[in-house]
């Protein structure tokens, strides 16, 4: 118990430190960061809102700690300002409409190229030195250094515009509406395949060769010996001895992976025009829409937050270590 | 060192991975030899496909594609190896400083590593580069490099810390070695493994982010890079109109860098992890018989 409590503490300041960030970087801009953040929401924003805006981010009258202290508080208000590119929606509303698209892909292509990756590992590292082996492991590593731009693009360009196999972008027919109907579901379905199958095949390399690097380590170990001396059958040896213990490992990978792959799924967003996180950004970014993009990272550090503290629970649950202290 | 890169040579992906990378540098050096066009300069009509004149086909106001590639190749191998070592280098000094010295050092720096390592990268390089406006390319190195040093740092403090209270190290002190000695004598060379990864893995995850970060419009639209020949790709919707060769030119030299640095990767974790060394060694020359393959593979 005392080990997720000191976690949670962790994860808390983790926040703070990000708050604190973007407290910190338009009052260390040269020039007036009033006139910087909302530069361009003076041509477009009533007088109302930018005073609104202004408190939110802690622009009030008195000294820096009574700022922060009043930008704090709006942070844990989860009053995130007013969004200068979809007024007058606050950021808040925005990025909690696009949350779940980007939730659904990167928690979707995680599961499956976890699943994947995972098998494929354990295989290669079973057979080791084999022809398996020896091209699925250098390939995935290779893979894993192609960015998700890059085989979004051609994933576009190839089953979107050249074989026309599936839409090329956005997140369902543009004819349906959104609603609980089985045709709505069935293209939401087909939208996703290409977004998710990039983000999938960008993830995959690295839990590949996370677990085949560590189980190779492990299946030298005397424990694997003594199962095999005394008769277990290989499969056995290989999941219940061997892969078992290769797990844990993966875990921690995946705690910090997660932030990257929010990243792709950003970038994936954009090239497919998907209605996520990444998508919003990016009109924020082009209308330099400060408020938004300050709060993108506030989101995001509470969703990598948030899966990291699963694998903290995953990892408490799976290693005995950890609840006898 | 010639003994390290003698290893590097004789492992096939190795030697593979590092003859692309020298392909890469001498296109990027010798980029005017190559090329009889200027990477900034309207030499032909918009959108022509690829031909004797143009061996990549034009951009869409009429560049020659293959002229952008080799000319960008130098701002991006560049800033990649450039930043790759600015993070190498703040890894290795974080983490040492952490695992050598102990206590409250490194109480403070592990929390400030595991801070950093948890804030998502992507989205905090946007919140800056969008309040630097235009970012030129060393701003972004320079960026990338300050928020991107955790990960290195994190892996090399937990190696420092086995390294420790080895008896090597221990004499060393025990003979009064300054600490300074004891860190770059003793301690480093046994990290090198690590380190190399660490400076390859950093260089392979600039070039992905320069190019990402250029391609969602927040460099400087004016540089020649593969990130901007992307997003000049997309802004003038190539992929829609069939232009396919000013998209795939650098997809493509991203993808062919970044893989032949992971494949370099893979072997130096090979050489340095025996247990993972699953290719038979390069054969003695005073080993007259041939390499039992299947003794290889077990070991």
Known sequence: MEFLIRRLAFYLVAFVAAACFNFALPRMMPGDPVDIMFAQADASLPPEAQAALRATFGFVDGPLPVQFLAYLKSVFTWDLGISVRFYPLPVADVLARAAGWTLFLVGSSTVIAFAIGSALGIAAAWWRGGLFDSVISPLSLVLQAIPAVVVSLVALFAFAVVLRWLPPGYAWAPALDPGWSLAWFGSVLTHAVLPLSTLVLVQIGGYLVTIRNTLINLLGEDYIMLGRAKGLSELRLMLAYGARNAILPLLSSFAITIGMVMGGSLITEIVFNYPGLGNTLYQGIIARDYPLIQGQLLIMTLCVLAANFVADLANYLLDPRLRTE | ?299
């Open chain 2, 1 to 299: 060192m010639n003994t390290v890169l003698l290893t590097l040579v004789r492992n096939p992906k190795a030697a593979f991975g590092l003859g692309v990378v020298v392909v890469f540098i001498v296109l990027a050096i010798a980029a005017p030899l190559l090329t009889a066009y200027e990477p900034t300069a309207r030499v032909g009509g918009p959108h022509q496909p690829p031909s004797w004149e143009h061996w990549l086909g034009t951009t869409r106001i009429g560049r020659d594609v293959w002229a952008q590639l080799v000319y960008g190749a130098r701002s991006s191998l560049l800033i990649g190896f450039g930043t790759g070592f600015l993070i190498a280098a703040l890894g290795v000094a974080v983490g040492i400083t952490a695992g050598y010295l102990g206590g409250w050092v490194d109480e403070g720096l592990t929390f400030l590593t595991n801070v950093v390592l948890v804030i998502p990268n992507l989205p905090l390089l946007l919140v800056l580069a969008a309040f630097l406006g235009q970012a030129g390319p060393w701003a972004i190195a320079l960026i990338i490099g300050l928020t991107s040093w955790a990960w290195g740092a994190r892996v090399i403090r937990a190696q420092t810390l086995a390294l420790r209270r080895r008896e090597f190290i221990q004499a060393a002190e025990l003979l009064g070695e300054p600490r300074w000695r004891v860190i770059a004598v003793e301690l480093l060379p046994n990290l090198i493994s690590i380190v190399g990864i660490n400076f390859i893995g950093s260089v392979i995850y600039t070039v992905i982010t320069q190019a990402t970060l250029e391609f969602l419009g927040l460099g400087d639209p004016l540089a020649v890079s593969w990130g901007t020949m992307l997003y000049n790709a997309q802004t003038s919707s190539a992929l829609i109109v069939g232009a396919w060769w000013e998209v795939f030119a650098p997809c493509a030299a991203v993808a062919v860098f970044g893989g032949a640095l992971a494949l370099i990767n893979f072997a130096i974790d090979e050489i340095a992890n025996p247990r993972l060394r699953t290719v038979p060694r390069a054969p003695r020359p005073w080993a007259g018989k041939p390499i039992d393959t299947k003794a290889g593979a077990e070991a």
